[in-house]
């Protein structure tokens, strides 16, 4: 296992901790408790999957150390306190501040073009208002340099009416007279969305002026911005500083729970298939991942580095000559941990990088000049089905190939299939953000995944193994000793 700090939670959702802590005499420190919580743990036996409530798994990186590493002594969890730890008691009539991660396309009409963020963030919302709370809601959308008339929050109004099932308002601002007249006429169970509020500079700076007045709309703050946990920003990670309790929402705690959890203490065998285009952009999670799985599948323009690191010809493919060092130390590195690494036997390969290219199949030796791959080949599809159906648990970052380019999408979709085949037979599937959440989208298999994160930079932080400060910030629930 990698040290302590490098190493990634592991989950007390409904996951086995091995044999590990059942015979170790525990103590148990309460921060912040919910009665539910200081029952489970008054009278439940020792093993963590037993001991918590999924409701509480809300893990911190950098402080939690494997059930699965030896001797596991010492502090094992610091858990993050749920919105679900608040009850009415605490919520009816307070207003609570939540930053979601509502950042969604839009198209040219400002129509909404996924609605699958405005989706997931409604749980937690839905929570806070059917226990009499007054939800102030804040998000960021796009990247505005000052305030930007398309990125106004106001397509989101619609949306977020209709899945809550109440008016939803809208502020013109994010701070100042207006939203404070706005908020003190707030109802009980009544959403307040204020302006992007990224239209200040400040937010991204992490201003404490700027979030302390953020946080003097409300009295309690929730996080559930998964998309934005990566971000130290005012309304993210500063805030918390000046509103307690901050806490998880739900949607952020299902991240946590998969991308750190299940990751960290997988069902095995745990396989990772990771592509995407550069090597350079996957370095942190190839060698995270590397730690904890089993295989490790790779696709996607990144193979061509490798390629060319075993002395193969690669034609015109994606190559990163100051990568190739790096890549030959990442297969031996596999090997020296018995992971099974495997590199795609043949490729699709192209005459020029478009959609009416022409295009043949041919072995990974067998790339001639003049030549990019841009897909994985048949052979390889089967030879990664086979390894995937010996699988316990997958998780999956980046394309396999140009999936954009009907041409192309053969391997990713090939993967898709499978990971949605392996879901229905009860494999844990986890599809890691970014593009290979458009893709299995694209195939129409997301609903049947465990798990589509809603994040594409803060999952590969994740992944990666680092801390995502959105996370850190919150108050902690529980310390747990062993
Ligand atoms: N063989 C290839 N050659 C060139 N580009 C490729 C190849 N295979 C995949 N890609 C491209 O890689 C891109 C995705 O790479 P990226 O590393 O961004 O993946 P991701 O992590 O899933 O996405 P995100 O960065 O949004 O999180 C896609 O646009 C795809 O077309
Ligand atoms: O879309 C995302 O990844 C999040 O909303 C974060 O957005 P950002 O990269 O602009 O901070």
């Not at 400002?110 to 939800?135: E, S």
Request: glycine share 10%.
């Amino acid at each position: 296992m990698a040290s302590v700090a490098a190493s990634p939670a592991f989950s007390l959702l409904k996951l086995t901790t091995g044999g590990a802590s059942s015979s170790s005499a525990a103590t148990r420190t309460r921060a912040s408790l919910s009665p539910i919580l200081s029952k489970s743990i008054s009278t439940r036996p020792l093993g963590f999957s037993a001991v918590l409530d999924s409701r509480f798994a809300v893990h911190v990186a950098s402080k939690v150390q494997s059930f699965r590493g030896k001797g596991t002594r010492g502090v094992v969890s610091m858990a993050k306190k749920s919105v679900g730890d608040l009850t009415s008691a605490d919520l009816k009539g307070k207003k609570v501040f939540v930053r979601a991660d509502l950042n969604v396309p839009l198209d040219d009409s400002q129509t909404i073009t996924d609605d699958t963020r405005i989706r997931a963030a409604i749980p937690t919302i839905k929570y806070l208002i059917d226990n009499g709370a007054k939800v102030i809601l804040s998000t960021h959308l796009g990247r505005p340099k000052g305030v930007t008339p398309k990125f106004s929050l106001a397509p989101l109004v619609p949306r977020l009416s209709e899945l809550l099932g109440i008016e939803v308002k809208k502020a013109d601002d994010c701070i100042g007279p207006e939203v404070e007249s706005l908020v003190a006429s707030l109802p009980d169970g009544g959403v307040l969305l204020l302006e992007n509020v990224r239209f200040y500079k400040e937010e991204e700076k992490n201003d404490p002026e700027f979030a302390k007045k953020l946080a003097s709309l409300a009295d309690l703050y929730v996080n559930d911005a998964f998309g934005t946990a990566h971000r130290a920003h005012a309304s993210t990670e500063g805030v918390t500083k000046f509103l307690k309790p901050s806490v998880a929402g739900f949607l952020l705690q299902k991240e946590l729970d998969y991308l750190v959890g299940a990751v960290s203490s997988p069902k095995r065998p745990f396989a990772a298939i990771v592509g995407g285009s550069k090597v350079s952009s996957k370095i942190g999670v190839i060698e995270s991942l590397l730690e904890k799985c089993d295989i490790l599948l790779l696709g996607g323009g990144m193979i061509f580095t490798f390629y060319k690191a075993q002395g193969l010809s690669v034609g015109s493919s994606l190559v990163e000559e100051d990568k190739l060092e790096l890549a030959t130390s990442l297969l031996a590195k596999a090997k020296a941990k018995g992971v099974s690494l495997l590199l795609p036997t043949d490729v699709v390969v192209a005459d020029k990088f478009a959609p009416d290219a022409n295009s043949k199949v041919v072995s990974a030796s067998g790339i001639e000049d003049g030549w990019m791959g841009l897909d994985i080949g048949p052979d390889s599809i089967k030879t990664f089905n086979e390894a995937l159906d010996t699988t316990q648990t997958v998780i999956w970052n980046g394309p396999m190939g140009v999936f954009e380019m009907e041409k192309f999408a053969a391997g990713t979709e090939a993967i898709a299939n499978k990971l949605a085949e392996l879901s229905e037979k009860g494999v844990t599937t986890i599809i890691g953000g970014g593009d290979s959440v458009a893709a299995v989208e694209k195939v129409g298999v997301a609903g049947v995944m465990s798990h589509i994160s809603t994040g594409g930079g803060a999952s590969l932080e994740l992944l990666e193994g680092k801390v995502l400060p959105g996370v850190i910030a919150l108050d902690e629930a529980i310390a747990v000793t062993v």
